[in-house]
Nanobody, 124 residues
Framework: QVLLVESGGGLVQAGDSLRLSCAAS????????LAWFRQAPGKEREFVAT????????YYGDSVKGRFTWSRDPARNWAYLQMNNLKPTDTAVYYC?????????????????WGQGTQVTVSA
């Protein structure tokens, strides 16, 4: 089992920045790849960012490219999402997710574990 706990969400103004954290724990946590998704009101869950097998490989959803940055601390099984120049359209619940497949996938169904989410609200 992998337990995922997100933190760092909050209420900010457009143009502000936030850094989300995802803490992964459990006996198998180091065998999973972490990713970020988000879900805005009335919309489907959307891929945000993750990492792949090759060193330094990161992947982003089109709507966040150039503004959000993925990082991680493998030794601690933590993942981070630096969000800059936030927009009202970024308002969503942000979820950390874990997959056993080392290769990149943006598919919700590929992820076995999910955190409870952290709310990010961006006011205009």
């Amino acid at each position: 089992q992998v337990l995922l706990v997100e933190s760092g969400g909050g209420l900010v103004q457009a143009g502000d920045s936030l850094r989300l954290s995802c803490a992964a724990s459990g006996r198998s946590a180091n065998n999973y790849m972490l990713a970020w998704f988000r879900q805005a009101p009335g919309k489907e869950r959307e891929f945000v960012a993750t990492t792949g097998w090759s060193a330094g490989s990161t992947y982003y959803g089109d709507s966040v490219k150039g503004r959000f940055t993925w990082s991680r601390d493998p030794a601690r099984n933590w993942a981070y999402l630096q969000m800059n120049n936030l927009k009202p359209t970024d308002t969503a619940v942000y979820y950390c997710a874990a997959r056993s497949d080392e290769h990149y996938t943006p598919d919700v169904g590929a992820y076995q574990y999910w955190g409870q989410g952290t709310q990010v609200t961006v006011s205009a």
